[in-house]
């Protein structure tokens, strides 16, 4: 289905969603029944004509009576756009906040290159079991507390405990343990089925 805009910036930024998304040249089009008015369908087209100027995207026109209309927008250079916009690229944040994550920490191999592998997934705009690349230092807690369940610190402990003296809350494990159960699922085995709070119960790298 076509997307369809009367904001100029929304539409830009569309673009770019969906160029982080993997689309290559993405295309978006004016919503002419749905501007409220004459006055607001000019300046949406003044911003896409910028748009336009400044290299960042190309136009396709009408034919026809439809002639003098925008039939589309296509991105034409998402360097330029993200300039135009003022926007940081997904996958320069993606990457920033993957050396978060592990930044300053004694991590195991398997966690680096889940590090890694998040931000593969943020770079392409989108969440990590729910994680956004913004809430970077609520992943990085997951980080901290699978570290600290490969080095047993977990084991003897109970689960509040252990999350005060890993990360200094003791409701963070509760909140972020699917998190965690996912970064430990490629090291440590875990029962068929078994919740999160199950699976990290006594088990060993």
């Known amino acids: 289905m076509a997307r369809r805009f009367t904001d100029a910036i929304g539409l830009l930024n569309d673009l770019l969603n969906r160029f982080e998304a993997g689309a290559a040249s993405p295309i978006a089009h004016p919503d002419y029944p749905a501007f409220p008015s004459v006055v ?23 034919r026809g009576p439809m002639r003098d209309q925008v039939a ?20 320069r944040i993606a990457e920033d906040a993957a050396v978060r994550l592990v930044a300053g920490a004694a991590m195991h191999d398997s966690l680096k290159n889940s590090a890694s592998q998040v931000a593969e997934v943020w770079g392409r705009g989108k969440t990590w079991h729910g994680v956004a690349s913004s809430d970077v230092e609520t992943l990085r807690d997951a980080f901290v507390l699978a570290q600290a369940i490969l080095a047993n610190k977990h084991l003897g402990v109970d689960y509040k405990t252990f999350s005060r003296r890993t990360v200094g809350h003791s409701k963070t494990l509760e909140r972020i343990e699917g998190a965690v159960v996912r970064l430990l699922s490629g090291i440590l085995e875990f029962p068929p089925g078994a919740r999160p709070r199950e699976a990290l119960r006594g088990n060993r790298p």
């Open 40 to 62: 607001a369908a000019d300046a949406f087209l003044k911003q896409i004509r910028e748009a336009e100027s400044a290299g960042a995207v190309s136009l396709g026109w009408g």
């Open 72 to 91: 589309h927008v296509r991105l034409a250079s998402a360097e330029i756009l993200y300039r135009y916009l003022r926007r940081t690229p997904a996958s």
